[in-house]
């Protein structure tokens, strides 16, 4: 194999690669990447078991082939070359050689074949879908955040994003047993059949990356076990949580005693305010509520605090709602509006937070048990 390629590139593309290759692996292959040679273009493969990207490079090739290389090696000279820094490889029997065009820098490694390489077969589809990066990306933004975390669990459709589109709709959904994300949004296409699928949390992690056009589209592509992402010249593609997305509506209220419309600005002020002085072991903050005033209040080994937040127009009975302060901060850290609707029933029930400015958009969170 031989061929010669700009710095400029394959950099980003490699950044991308950095996300699913794992140094630490047991298997060394797995912290290789493949690089592929032909009809005018380099293919840089690589793949962690669970997910597997292919990145397609222009490339002068003056001579077909393929050849694993350690990603870190490969990886951290490209970075440190100059930034209009052209790269030559050539490989003989399985040995790299590794240089600057200028010929200042030069690199003798020993790699593998595409044999020793894990084979990375791609699926038969059965359902597929087209839609702005912009949109997926959103969909992602604003319900990962309250997906579970912890992978030792018997609930494993909560550690990904659930995403369903079925007719002219497309929705996602986060959540981790005691708060629940969900957008909807309307689609300029119709789509017959449902298309539903839990994407891990780290697939999604590393998505949104690389979903980084405002303009460009993504195909999304289903099969039994896999979902694949097309996004331009890179195809990203994850194993699925094989698991059923329990039927969330149910936690929705579908009715509130109190609707209150908050400043997001005065909200998060309060919070951050408040939030040195919460036990780092329950992360408790008390929403109090009487006659025209919300306060966040909380008591703790450090002392008391308390915030009043602005302009609260509420006639109601006095309550104390005891909340995760963590569930409110990751919510309004990720809002692009200026004022939210706080939807209460009574202390003991699910509180439901939208903007002001997306009806279709709502965060709901249950209170603390004790």
Do not use: W
Request: charged share 30%.
């Amino acid at each position: 194999m031989k061929i010669k390629f700009k710095k400029q590139d394959i950099i980003e593309k490699l950044y991308y690669i950095e996300g699913v290759v794992s140094e630490k692996n047991l298997k060394e292959i797995l912290s290789h990447i493949l690089i592929e040679a032909s009809s005018g273009s380099m293919t840089i493969i690589a793949t962690n078991l669970e997910t597997a990207i292919k990145c397609i490079v222009p490339a002068e090739v003056k001579k077909d082939g393929n050849i694993s290389i350690l990603s870190g090696l490969f990886t951290g000279i490209i970075k440190k070359l100059n930034k209009e820094a052209e790269v030559e490889i050539i490989v003989q029997d399985n040995k790299i050689e590794l240089k600057s065009a200028d010929n200042k820098f030069r690199l003798e490694t020993q790699g593998f074949t595409k044999d020793d390489f894990p084979s990375i077969n791609e699926p038969e589809f059965s359902n597929s879908i087209t839609i702005p990066q912009a949109l997926l990306k959103d969909l992602f933004k604003k319900t990962s955040f309250a997906t579970l975390k912890n992978e030792d669990t018997n609930k494993p459709f909560l550690l990904g994003v659930y995403l369903s589109v079925l007719n002219d709709e497309i929705f996602a959904v986060g959540s981790d047993g005691f708060r629940l994300s969900h957008i909807k949004r309307k689609l300029n296409q119709q789509i017959k059949e449902e298309f539903s699928v839990i994407i891990p949390n780290k697939a999604v992690a590393q998505l949104m990356k690389i979903l980084n056009s405002e303009t460009g589209e993504v195909t999304i592509a289903l099969s039994e076990k896999e979902v694949l992402f097309k996004i331009e010249d890179i195809f990203f593609l994850s194993r699925i949580i094989e698991e059923k997305f329990p039927k969330f509506e149910q936690v929705i209220p579908s009715e509130c005693n109190v609707s209150l419309k908050l400043d997001l600005k005065d909200l998060e002020r309060g919070l951050n305010l408040i939030r040195p002085i919460v036990d780092i072991g329950n992360n408790r903050i008390n929403i109090e509520l009487t006659k025209n005033k919300l306060y966040l209040k909380v008591v703790s080994d450090l002392g008391q605090s308390n915030y009043e937040i602005n302009d609260v127009e509420y006639n109601g009975k006095d309550m104390s709602i005891p909340f995760n302060i963590n569930y409110l901060v990751e919510f309004i850290k990720i809002l692009e509006t200026d004022k939210i609707f706080m939807n209460v029933i009574n202390e003991k029930s699910p509180i439901l937070f939208r903007p002001e400015n997306d009806n279709n958009y709502i965060y709901i969170t249950m209170p603390m048990r004790f």
